[in-house]
């Protein structure tokens, strides 16, 4: 069982090119997100989808877009890349309904970002 | 404005020591409170977590103590191990309004053989 994949695993990137994070997840989970992980802020969502089709902002959206096209994929695409964007960047996935272990969010890998 | 504060933002411990962390937040509607914990160049792993409604769950050496009335909550950590020396995080959540959790600044421990 894989739970959930990103790729790639890290990557450096010139400031104004276009850049899309993937994820993946084999767990049927409507429920899926994309955090940004900075040293002394924590955890900050960026954007999440409840079920295929829709998607929502989170805390920090800007500079970011997100689709849904399905179930099992969420990619997070940077437009336009700026240094402010280097960070790690996780993917995790839930259910949201019901009891209480359904709230457990289940995080990838990330991926390590950097913009030059 | 952060929905969730942490503290400390370092810990080092003894090994078989207590290790505790807190956290502290604002919304009152808040009603999934989980503690994730993780290991360098992974990704967060749910550790523990309560519901408002007890005021203490306990999951071997690990212990939430809930305080609803402070708005407080933090995680014990019995016997420490160096094995625990990871990052952990508190976080909170309305699980009515999707489940978009809202994570504390996270806390490196260092458990000392």
């Known amino acids: 069982i894989a739970g959930i994949t990103q790729a790639p695993t890290s990557q450096i990137l010139a400031a104004g090119r276009r850049m899309t994070l993937r994820c993946t997840q084999d767990?049927?989970?409507?429920?899926m997100y994309w955090y940004r992980q900075d040293l002394g802020l924590g955890l900050r969502l960026i954007h999440y989808?409840?079920?295929?089709?829709?998607?929502g902002k989170g805390e920090v959206p800007d500079g970011y877009s997100v689709s849904r096209a399905n179930t099992d994929d969420f990619p997070l695409t940077l437009a336009s890349a700026v240094p402010s964007q280097t960070s790690v960047y996780f993917c995790?996935?839930?259910?949201?309904?019901?009891?209480?272990?359904?709230?457990?969010?289940?995080f990838g890998p990330g991926t390590r970002l950097t913009v030059l | 404005q952060q929905q969730v504060k942490q503290s400390p933002q370092s810990l080092i411990v003894q090994k078989g020591g207590i290790s505790i962390i807190n956290c502290a937040y604002e919304n009152t509607a808040f009603d999934y409170f989980p503690w994730y914990q993780q290991f360098p160049g992974k990704g967060p792993a749910l550790l523990i977590a309560i519901r408002p409604d007890v005021s203490e769950k306990k999951e071997g050496r690990f212990t939430i103590s809930f305080n609803k009335s402070a708005k407080q909550f933090s995680l014990h950590i019995m016997d420490s191990q160096p094995g625990d020396s990871a990052t952990y995080f508190c976080?909170?959540?309305?699980?009515?309004?999707?489940?978009?959790?809202?994570f504390g600044t996270g806390t490196s421990l260092t458990v000392i053989p």
């Open positions: 767990m049927r989970h409507n429920a």
């Open positions: 976080a909170a959540s309305l699980s009515l309004v999707g489940n978009q959790f809202y």
């Open positions: 989808s409840n079920t295929a089709g829709t998607t």
């Open positions: 995790a996935s839930s259910w949201t309904s019901g009891g209480d272990l359904i709230n457990e969010q289940f």
